[in-house]
Nanobody, 123 residues
Framework: VQLQASGGGLVQAGDSLRLSCASS????????MAWFRQAPGKEREFVAG????????YYTDSVKGRFSISRDNDKDTVALQMNGLEPEDTAVYYC?????????????????WGQGTQVTVSS
């Protein structure tokens, strides 16, 4: 399984960014997908997850109403639309996958990880 994240960058507070993760080497539709982030000096945290068919999503409280996760099983991609970015959102963002076709989002554990993409939000 290979995951390739992209779309990070340097933005100002209040701006938007869209992260994308391309997946290969597995049957994408059999995997639950998620985004995590790790800020400097902090532990990696779950941000958002989506079930195998996109039917259910789950977000950590700090991003609810601002971030939206989606997937395209025809293109084997998962995206994270981030609106209203805040300096506290600054982190390296990782996409992750776990094999599951259950209709529930698990915040952990995940088996496969992408390389991460840096998001920096200036105030």
């Amino acid at each position: 399984v290979q995951l390739q994240a992209s779309g990070g960058g340097l933005v100002q507070a209040g701006d938007s960014l869209r992260l994308s993760c391309a997946s290969s080497g597995h049957t994408f539709s059999m995997y639950q997908m998620a985004w995590f982030r790790q800020a400097p000096g902090k532990e990696r945290e779950f941000v958002a997850g989506i079930t195998w068919n996109g039917g259910f999503t789950y977000y950590t409280d700090s991003v609810k109403g601002r971030f939206s996760i989606s997937r395209d099983n025809d293109k084997d991609t998962v995206a994270l639309q981030m609106n209203g970015l805040e300096p506290e959102d600054t982190a390296v963002y990782y996409c992750a996958a776990r094999e599951s076709t259950l209709d529930i989002v698990f915040p952990s554990p995940y088996d496969y990880w992408g390389q991460g993409t840096q998001v920096t939000v200036s105030s």
